[in-house]
């Protein structure tokens, strides 16, 4: 398969001697040989280029032909001998340069599962160390024959505390994915299908978490083919195409950068070559970013690897001395390496044919992650003997990707919750299967928080204090503050992104310098929840709300007694003013008089009575006297039950950012004619039917309605209270007008990655050759809305942006 292949042997330009054994050197992870053998001397030919421990080496046949007897009745769907997937699992762990170990795995990895071997006779042959990697390497699998999406959780869970244990076990488990997606022909369409969607779901995410570049290709591109081949075709045609127009050109590049390098003598011993991207990361340019092929400015790069990381900031001034580079398409992964250990420095530039390419610089080292990730810290050092140091090199990959201590954590948690559950039901209910639908429930929970954590896509920001962070995708200030610690998420007030005040809500962009800033009268709101990436941080805001609702209600029950007794001292003293104790019911009658008008009990009634629902003696003449004909006081508004009381007096917390009259708490509806935002000045209107509207102070609407003498409407003062608006939102809607041009909505698209946009109608006018429509937004200030008001008119093309005063519908 050419096209795993950055580039043929005579397209990589080197100087001298020493620069050719750098080239080898690099081609032992570009020019991947991604095939089956059938041969145990083709495994040993790749294993003899680095491994020089002869005991080593004859370990490594011992396991083939115990491999190869334990499988010698077995066939593959192929009708092929089974022991070619073993083999071929072990060949390109052997192109990864993995330990003797490792490759020993990859060859008995089938033996317990598939045979009847066992963990014993293993570790009697070949010792501990590889008799545990294959076992756990045999519970993963278990869980892939059948029932993928019934057991996926449980799938999950081994496959990732497996990894936490032992880093080995996933490497094995990966180079077994590629073989069986290399020979998946043999499996039924459907199957394929099915293997192919896993694969992209679970293989392609971990790959590239851990950076092994070459499988995450591998795996992606030929698993794209089979759940997409239209598209797959599509594209491999616009790259040959490609290729064929631009070949010349590209070694014209290559050889120019050599010469302008290689003028500097102690560069000489640099590595410099061409490559173009992958079929399936085209594909998502051109269809998933609404991308046309000739758009995409980085299909072709151009590679420089050298010996220091000193040498690439040089190359770099060299590059842009060279060419023109495209501003805001530069990236320093050197000075913020990505979480999967990736170290570069990226830069788009422009010849003067107008062809726009990457250039990538690295140094070694770096390249090496760049292939192997993870794996690298595995890989074969002269020295290392058959029993390597797992603890030093799991600890060593850890501190690179962030990923396994975590994991641990999450797995502790995620077992104790599951656990929980135990104690909770009854016997009954332990018979009807209560607990495995409890379990399954805790199970599907724990793959929600790998895939949204762990195998999304990611991004990394910077503290001011310089430390990195790795959130997923679309992660907000939020996420951030509550992966630094709990601590900070829950007194979380502002943040600012790149020196720049942001919602706390909005999505970060990888790379940005993030400043989150706590008060410590801030606290969380549920409102939170619907922006939040990580599991982590909705965990930790469930149980803050949670503390913070339980607070709330006691604080609301203490109130509710105080004016119950308030309202039934009035009461007691309405009925002895007016000489009517003997004109009054028993409890009993006037419980079920409360109980036929909805309340459940007196006390209910009364705290009623006390906010003012009823007057005093309304309340007595309905229920309390002897003579009372409840059927007469139909016309009343009366409540139903309790409950919805509560539920109303729980809601009326959520209305705390505006005081009206000087009463906060109070419920309102912003009125869609003007849709004020904080601090505008406002005020409060009330209809007839008690509903209370918030307007612009200025607002038209208001002051036609009230220059009617008839109006029935009633002004009062109101004002907001910022430091309750600090994490809400509030609906704006803007028109923008600009003259039609390509790659115009490109533009006003990707300026709102930071915004909430709720809904967005933009289309081309033909007649006037204009772009344009409306975009409604959710922001927290006039200055937020008005700092985006501003960028969206900067953007070429655009000949207004403004305000518009109206209904939103969202």
């Known amino acids: ?39 145990l001397a083709e495994l040993m030919f790749v294993c003899k280029q680095y491994i020089n421990d002869k005991k080593q080496l004859r370990q490594i046949e011992v396991a083939y032909y115990f491999a190869e007897k334990k499988h010698s009745h077995q066939k593959r769907k192929s009708g092929e001998p089974f022991i070619y997937h073993p083999l071929s699992t072990a060949y390109f762990l052997a192109q990864w340069k993995m330990g003797a170990s490792t490759i020993i795995c990859g060859l008995l990895h089938d033996t317990i599962e598939d045979t009847e071997t066992t963990f014993e006779e293993i570790d009697d042959i070949f010792g501990n160390d590889i008799a545990s990697i294959t076992e756990a390497v045999t519970k993963v699998s278990y869980f892939t024959k059948e029932n993928r999406d019934e057991i996926k959780g449980e799938y999950l869970k081994k496959l990732f505390v497996s990894m936490v244990q032992d880093i080995r076990v996933i490497i094995v488990k990966i180079a077994d994915r590629m073989h069986n997606i290399l020979t998946l022909q043999f499996q039924s369409p459907e199957k394929q299908k099915k293997i192919a969607n896993e694969t992209l779901d679970i293989y392609v995410p971990l790959a590239a978490r851990m950076g092994i570049k070459i499988a995450k290709t591998i795996l992606e591109d030929n698993c794209f083919r089979v759940v997409n081949p239209l598209g797959y075709e599509k594209i491999t045609e616009r790259m040959r195409v490609y290729n064929t127009n631009f070949e010349k050109s590209i070694q014209e590049i290559v050889n120019n950068i050599q010469e302008k390098i290689f003028s ?18 085209i594909y998502k340019k051109v269809y998933n970013l609404n991308k046309e092929f000739d758009e995409i400015n980085d299909i072709l790069a151009v590679r420089v690897i050298t010996e220091n990381k000193y040498d690439c900031y040089k190359i770099l001034a060299m590059v842009h001395e060279m060419y023109i580079p495209i501003m805001n398409r530069f990236k320093d992964y050197i000075a913020n390496p990505k979480n999967n250990m990736y170290q570069s420095i990226h830069t788009n530039v422009v010849n003067k044919d107008g062809n726009v390419f990457e250039v990538q610089m690295r140094t070694f080292e770096m390249n090496d992650y760049a292939e192997f990730g993870a794996a690298a810290h595995w890989r074969y050092k002269a020295g ?16 690179k990707i962030d990923m396994f201590s975590r994991l641990l954590m999450l797995e502790q948690t995620a077992t104790q919750e599951i656990g929980k559950f135990d104690v909770f039901f009854s016997e009954e209910e332990q018979a009807a299967n209560v607990i495995k639908s409890k379990k399954n ?41 509550y992966k630094i610690g709990p601590e900070i998420g829950n007194r979380l007030s502002k943040a600012k992104a ?60 203490l109130e509710n007694l105080k004016t119950i007794r308030q309202a039934k001292s009035q009461i007691d003293a309405y009925i002895a003013n007016n000489k009517l104790q003997d004109k009054i019911c028993g409890m009993e009658e006037l419980l079920t008089r409360c109980q036929q ?26 229920v309390y006297l002897k003579d009372s004909d409840i059927s007469s006081f139909s016309n009343l508004k009366i409540k139903k039950n309790i409950s919805e009381l509560s539920r109303k007096q729980e809601m009326l917390i959520e209305y705390n950012d505006i005081e009206v009259a000087g009463i906060r708490s109070l419920k309102y509806e912003l009125a869609e004619c003007c849709l004020p935002i904080p601090p505008e000045d406002i005020i409060a209107v009330r209809t007839p ?20 003498e008839s109006t029935t409407l009633k002004k009062s003062d109101a004002k907001w209270i910022l430091d309750a608006t600090y994490d809400k939102f509030y609906y704006s809607k803007l028109f923008i007008l600009a003259d039609d041009r390509k790659g115009i ?28 429509g409306e975009i409604v937004v959710a922001v927290n200030s006039v200055h937020e809305l008005d700092e985006l008001i501003n960028k969206l008119a900067q953007i070429p093309s655009v000949n207004s942006c403004e305000r518009i005063i109206g209904a939103v519908s969202t």
Not at 23 to 31: A, F, Q, Y
Not at 384 to 399: G, R, Y
Not at 752 to 770: A, G, M, P, W
């Open 1 to 39: 398969m050419a096209f795993y292949k950055d580039l043929p042997d005579d397209k990589l330009i080197t100087s001298n001697k020493s620069g050719q054994s750098n080239v080898k050197k690099l081609l032992s992870g570009t020019d991947f040989q991604y095939k089956q053998i059938e041969t």
């Open 264 to 281: 500097d003598k102690t560069l000489r011993n640099t590595v410099i070559f061409g490559r173009t991207k992958t079929i399936s990361s």
């Open 384 to 399: 290392d003997s058959i029993k390597e140091n797992v603890s030093e090199k799991q600890k060593k990959s850890d501190e």
């Open 441 to 481: 429930k805790g199970k599907n929970e724990l793959e929600d928080i790998v895939k949204s954590d762990f195998l999304s896509s990611s991004i990394f920001v910077i503290t001011p204090s310089q430390k990195v962070y790795t959130l997923p995708y679309g992660s907000s200030a939020i996420d951030l503050a």
């Open 498 to 557: 790149n020196g720049v005040y942001v919602p706390i809500f909005s999505p970060l962009q990888s790379g940005d310098v993030v400043d989150v800033i706590t008060n410590e009268t801030a606290r969380p709101s549920k409102r939170w929840i619907k922006f939040i990436k990580t599991i982590n941080a909705r965990q930790e805001i469930e149980a803050a709300v949670s503390v913070d609702e339980d607070k709330e209600r006691e604080k609301q029950h």
């Open 597 to 622: 008008i909805g309340y459940e009990s007196i006390y209910d009634f009364i705290l009623d009575v006390g906010i003012g629902s009823y007057t005093v003696e309304t309340a007595i003449k309905m």
């Open 689 to 708: 039917e008690k509903k209370i509207f918030i307007h612009k102070d200025d607002c038209r609407k208001v002051a036609q309605q009230f220059s009617k």
């Open 745 to 772: 909505f490109l533009d006003i698209t990707q300026l709102l990655q930071r915004v909430d946009v709720r809904s967005i109608n933009l289309k081309v006018r033909i007649e006037t050759e204009t772009f344009g």
